[in-house]
């Protein structure tokens, strides 16, 4: 490939890209099953380790889009403009079907379109490590809280913008552990949060 190195590249971010990034394959659906998983697994890693390092929650075909005209959070990652032509990874699709992702219909309604996924770039197990140790932290533990108080402190969190569905499931761990108390009412309730 003339011009084009196989070598990791540090977007104007700072997000170091590795180098299969650069590789025109990677950007192409493969018709033998033992490469595509192998490439599945390769963008479902990248697209998790950037999703951490940007904090994004969630990925949509309109994000797709705009990644294709190298545009939007999602562009530095989705579409290679080193590449001649440019490219733009076709994957989104398969990305439905993996374990990472929780689909569309965990969004809230209004929260995001059908088509669009929330990335688990941590377990749901270990949000709700995080959640627990932030209630710990703050002081927060036996006070009823609202979900959007959890998703939006005063001062910013490891928790700070974490989708809904995913709070809520973080908060079900909690729960069947004894963590923690659902408490139902008017306005979506509340969680107490215990020591």
Same mark, same amino acid.
């Given at each position: ?48 380790? *950037? ?22 959070? %999602? ?16 994957? *989104? ?11 569309? !219909? ?9 088509? !669009?996924? #929330?990335?688990? %770039?941590?377990?749901?197990?270990? %949000? ?5 140790? %932030? ?6 533990? !036996? ?18 913008? #974490? ?33």
């Amino acid at each position: 490939m003339p011009g084009l190195e196989l070598a990791p590249y540090q977007t104007p971010s700072g997000f170091t890209l590795p180098s299969i990034h650069s590789w025109s394959a990677f950007y192409t659906y493969q018709p033998n099953p033992r490469t595509l998983a192998t490439q599945t697994q390769h963008w479902t890693q990248l697209l998790l380790t *950037y999703a951490r390092a940007r904090r994004l929650f969630a990925l949509s075909l309109a994000d797709a889009d705009l990644a294709s005209a190298g545009k939007g959070a %999602w562009a530095e990652v989705l579409h290679n403009p080193r590449l001649k032509p440019p490219s733009t990874s076709a994957h *989104y699709t398969t990305l439905h079907a993996c374990a990472v992702l929780l689909p569309a !219909s965990f969004f809230a309604p209004g929260q995001a379109g059908a088509e !669009s996924v #929330i990335l688990c %770039w941590r377990t749901v197990g270990e %949000w709700a490590g995080v959640l627990h140790d %932030w209630a710990l932290q703050t002081g927060q533990t !036996s006070t009823i809280l609202t979900l959007f108080e959890i998703s939006n402190p005063p001062v910013p969190s490891e928790l700070s913008d #974490i989708p809904e569905p995913l709070l809520r499931r973080a908060v079900g761990v909690l729960q069947r552990s004894g963590k923690a108390q659902v408490i139902e009412g008017e306005g979506g309730g509340g969680v107490r949060i215990f020591a």
